[in-house]
């Protein structure tokens, strides 16, 4: 007899306000890639994204299962108590969970601790012969080798933005603010080549993304991958770091292959704020000589800018701005910045008595602030973050950007006006 499972990607209203009116919130690849473990023959698959879907609460399932991330954590444990109350079993995996098991265990029946490759299968059949354990935890670094596909055919409500797909895992680099060395065995791996043109034609439209933390991390692999990508006529992007991108062979493989944008960690345009995180690896006074390669050669960049740096004053914002249009810089990704649990630099804050809540839904890098700033108050880095977020998204900002750029035109002109809209939007609705 089949049993019935719920896999939910969650989402709290807050954030969903943030999010909803953007043009390109590529789904988040891990419950359909989860999905293509379960055997078919013994379960009966529900996915819900609470990005455009609601969680159907009114039903029973023998089974709920959800990824969870530092900010919707108390959303989650909220769902997990609702579906517990009826007698479903609950169990939860990703990045919170993995940080802080022994929180996580008391909200739910079942936790996965890191990578899931070979745990999640493992409880898959210890649940279907009602034997399953408390904690399953990765103790042996899984292989990329043999994943499935994921089931995107249970992806509802997703026209343009399902295709996501995984060819690396893992980062070289060690900045104080990313918890990716405390989420993911500390080695960088790669996926054989071929599974992953297979995964990639398995994505009906022409446009995906690589959901990698930095497909540039193996130059040597991705150069490979590139040139078989480049026989299937897609549109793609992928985040990578600034100091690979000076490799223009490499910039003009991506072309070829269909790069269109690429997602860069600038974080700051102060050397000095670089470095009180470590991310020495970015040289401000090289910003503008990369950039210029990446749109003379095709392609579009968009950047992650951290706001709250300790060596931030209020003149950061304004600095940031007129660079951003200097440099026609084509899109922003921009945050506050968030101590992370068991992050280098949430133990630093905690020790400096500066963690402002215990709140997790402060952490998600959008609409709270969870520290207390070294060089403005908590309110004006908010309100700076804000005004920096409607001036690079005001229409006199884009015309800028759009006449240094001169890339991609028509398609950053749609991202940049998708911004525009889910920033007017964002705040009527917080």
Not at 109 to 126: N, R
Not at 323 to 340: K, M, Q
Not at 378 to 404: A, N, P
Request: net charge positive; hydrophobic share 35%.
């Amino acid at each position: 007899m089949k049993k019935s499972i719920l896999m939910i990607t969650p989402e709290n209203k807050e954030i969903n306000a943030f999010r909803r009116k953007q043009f390109n919130n590529f789904i988040q690849i891990t419950m359909p890639y989860l999905a293509g473990f379960i055997d078919q023959s013994k379960y009966k698959i529900t996915l819900v994204d609470e990005y455009n879907q609601k969680i159907p609460d009114d039903e029973k399932y023998d089974l709920i299962a959800m990824t969870v991330n530092t900010p919707n954590a108390v959303h989650c444990y909220d769902i997990a108590q609702k579906f517990r109350q009826k007698g479903s079993k609950v169990i939860m995996g990703g990045p919170h969970v993995t940080l802080l098991p022994n929180e996580a265990i008391e909200h739910c029946d079942y936790i996965i601790v890191g990578e899931a490759e070979k745990t999640w299968p493992q409880f898959l059949e210890d649940f279907y012969k009602d034997c399953a354990k408390e904690q399953y935890i990765c103790k042996d670094i899984p292989s990329l080798k043999g994943l499935p596909i994921p089931r995107r055919n249970l992806i509802k409500k997703r026209f343009l933005t399902k295709g996501a797909v995984i060819a690396t895992r893992g980062c070289p680099y060690q900045c104080s603010y990313c918890n990716l060395k405390q989420i993911y065995c500390d080695s960088f791996r790669t996926r054989p080549i071929d599974e992953v043109i297979e995964d990639i034609k398995n994505i009906k439209g022409k446009y995906f993304v690589f959901w990698d933390d930095n497909f540039f991390g193996d130059l040597e692999y991705a150069k490979k991958l590139m040139s078989e990508l480049a026989k299937l006529k897609k549109k793609w992007a992928a985040q990578v770091t600034l100091e690979r991108c000076k490799d223009e062979e490499l910039l003009k493989i991506a072309k070829k292959s269909g790069c269109i944008y690429l997602f860069i960690g600038l974080e700051s345009f102060s050397q000095e704020g670089l470095s009180s995180v470590n991310k020495g690896i970015n040289s401000v006074d090289k910003y503008k000589e990369i950039i210029k390669l990446l749109h003379h050669n095709g392609i579009s960049i968009q950047a992650g800018i951290i706001f709250g740096l300790d060596t931030d004053t209020k003149e950061i914002f304004k600095k940031t701005l007129n660079a951003c249009n200097e440099l026609g810089i084509d899109g922003v990704t921009v945050s506050i910045l968030t101590p992370l649990p068991r992050t280098p630099i949430y133990e630093q804050m905690k020790k400096e008595e500066r963690l402002t809540s215990t709140d997790w839904t402060y952490y998600n890098g959008k609409t709270r602030v969870a520290f207390k700033p070294k060089h403005m108050t908590e309110d004006e880095l908010y309100d700076g973050y804000i005004w920096f977020r409607k001036q690079f998204y005001s229409i006199s900002s884009i015309l800028k950007r759009l006449r240094v750029s001169k890339t991609n035109i028509f398609y950053n002109l749609i991202m940049n006006l998708g911004y525009k809209l889910s920033i007017s939007s964002a705040n009527k609705n917080l």
